[in-house]
């Protein structure tokens, strides 16, 4: 079958052959016809991503959309190394296979789902929104951030406070739904200031983060600290991404004396099999809830050029004719 191969650790992959993949009991196989490049792709390609469990060659992509033998349409995750959802076909856990509904179509649904993921996991399972509460995104302009502004006001968020370094990025930001964007190119004060504000005026409950690093330390300071709103409410801060640094200094006093909760989200903390039982429910409200992203669509063909591009505001797809 045709695939995109990583053939070594540190190169982009090739689109070239690769052995067809055969289900093991209790794995379904599936057809792709439409495949994402996401962060969390790109890095396990690298081998860097700590969930890796492929060495090279392998076909890249965890996730994808495609055709059953029985030639349902599903939403399929989990797939087994050395087959990734990057190829004509791969096999999945039969149990992490998900209908899909007619009016979703398959590219928006590929790029959705991990972005999806990131904030629907955590609001529906570890973190559901309380009434009057408000959500802050750190990190709200990239794909996955972008998503987390649309459901976390979809799930009943009464207010969504956004983060981003590129102001020029705000104005889509609030056109998605946040009602306010603090710049991170601001000193470490201010921007505690700014979040411990916010906090006061408006009972933050939970904190998606996508960036960790400094401003995770600034938002963490203005959650907590001696100034901070005092009382019964737990703050549910969700560690979902660190594009800005792999760690951060936390100050025990601050964890004593705040309602502040440290947890994290993503593939590890959930099962795989709850992981697509979410991502299915995401995908399942994605058209009526009006959720918005944007997709550059190449055939599987142009996986060089495509992965060359790099991240960027719009999601990579790739299809199988
Ligand atoms: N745990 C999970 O379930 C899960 C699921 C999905 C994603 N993630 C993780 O979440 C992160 C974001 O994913 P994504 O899909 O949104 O990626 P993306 O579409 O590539 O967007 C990345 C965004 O992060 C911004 N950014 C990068 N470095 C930054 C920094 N130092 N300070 C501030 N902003 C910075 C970029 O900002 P500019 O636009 O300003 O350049 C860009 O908009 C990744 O680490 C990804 O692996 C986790």
Not at 174 to 202: H, I, K, N, S, Y
Not at 300 to 320: C, H, K, M, Y
Request: charged share 20%; hydrophobic share 40%; proline share 9%.
């Amino acid at each position: 079958m045709k695939a995109a191969i990583v053939r070594e650790f540190g190169r982009p992959p090739e689109y070239g052959d690769f052995g067809d993949p055969r289900p093991d009991p209790g794995e379904t196989l599936v057809s792709v016809t439409a495949a994402a490049v996401s962060p969390l792709v790109r890095a396990r390609a690298f081998g860097a991503h700590y969930s890796s469990d492929a060495a090279p060659p392998f076909v890249p992509g965890i996730d994808g959309v495609g055709r059953t033998a029985a030639g349902q349409r599903v939403y399929f995750l989990a797939t087994r190394p050395p087959f990734g959802s990057l190829a004509e076909r791969s096999v999945a856990e039969t149990r992490s296979c998900q209908p899909l509904p007619d009016d979703l179509d398959d590219t928006t649904a590929a790029a959705a789902a991990n972005p999806g993921m990131s904030c629907w996991i955590p609001l529906t399972r570890h973190a559901p929104i309380r009434p009057g509460e408000a959500v802050l995104v750190n990190g709200a302009t990239g794909v996955a951030g972008r998503m987390a502004i649309q459901v976390a006001k979809y799930l009943g968020a009464r207010r969504v406070i956004a983060t981003g370094r590129t102001e020029s990025k705000f104005a889509a930001l609030r056109d998605l739904g946040a009602d306010t964007v603090l710049p991170l190119a601001q000193p470490a004060e201010a921007l505690r200031d700014a979040v411990r504000q916010e906090a006061r005026e408006f009972r933050i409950g939970v904190v998606l983060d996508y960036l960790w690093g400094p401003s995770a330390e600034a938002i963490l300071a203005g959650l907590g600290g001696p100034e901070a709103p005092r009382g019964p409410e737990r703050v549910r801060y969700i560690q979902i991404g660190n594009l800005a640094g792999p760690t951060i200094t936390l100050a025990s006093s601050l964890l004593r004396s705040s309602g502040v909760e440290i947890l994290g989200s993503g593939i590890g903390s959930s099962s795989r099999a709850e992981l697509a039982t979410g991502i299915g429910e995401f995908l399942g409200v994605y058209i009526r809830a009006g959720f918005r992203i944007s997709v550059t669509v190449r055939p599987l063909s142009e996986i060089e050029p495509g992965w060359a591009e790099g991240p960027g505001d719009r999601r990579p797809v790739f299809t199988v004719p």
